[in-house]
């Protein structure tokens, strides 16, 4: 599974963006999908993650309220919607298809994934 994550972009605080993961050479549509970032000089950490169907999602803390992950199978799509965009929302957001249908928030749950986008946010 090749994929490739878009979306990102250079906002203000306050603003809202939507990321799109999209997958090539074959179908995701039996795996999980996550979201990660990093930041610069961070590791990377867990932003969400949707089972295979879209019933189950789970969010770190900081996102909850905030993000929502959502996913259309017929697409081969994964969406991250980011609202209230904040300074310490920046990094680079990175999607990953899961080794089953259900994932967790550590990297080794997650067997490819994709280039990464720049979401920056400005104060």
């Known amino acids: 599974v090749q994929l490739q994550a878009s979306g990102g972009g250079l906002v203000q605080t306050g603003a809202s963006l939507r990321l799109s993961c999209t997958a090539s050479r074959r179908t995701f549509t039996n795996n999980a999908v996550g979201w990660f970032r990093q930041a610069p000089g961070k590791e990377r950490e867990f932003v969400a993650v949707i089972s295979w169907n879209g019933g189950t999602t789970t969010y770190t803390d900081s996102v909850k309220g905030r993000f929502a992950i959502s996913r259309d199978n017929a697409k081969n799509t994964v969406y991250l919607q980011m609202n209230t965009l904040k300074p310490e929302d920046t990094a680079v957001y990175y999607c990953?298809?899961?080794?089953?249908?259900?994932?967790?928030?550590?990297?080794?749950?997650?067997?490819?994934w994709g280039q990464g986008t720049q979401v920056t946010v400005s104060s």
């Open positions: 990953a298809a899961g080794r089953g249908s259900y994932a967790g928030d550590k990297t080794r749950d997650y067997a490819y």
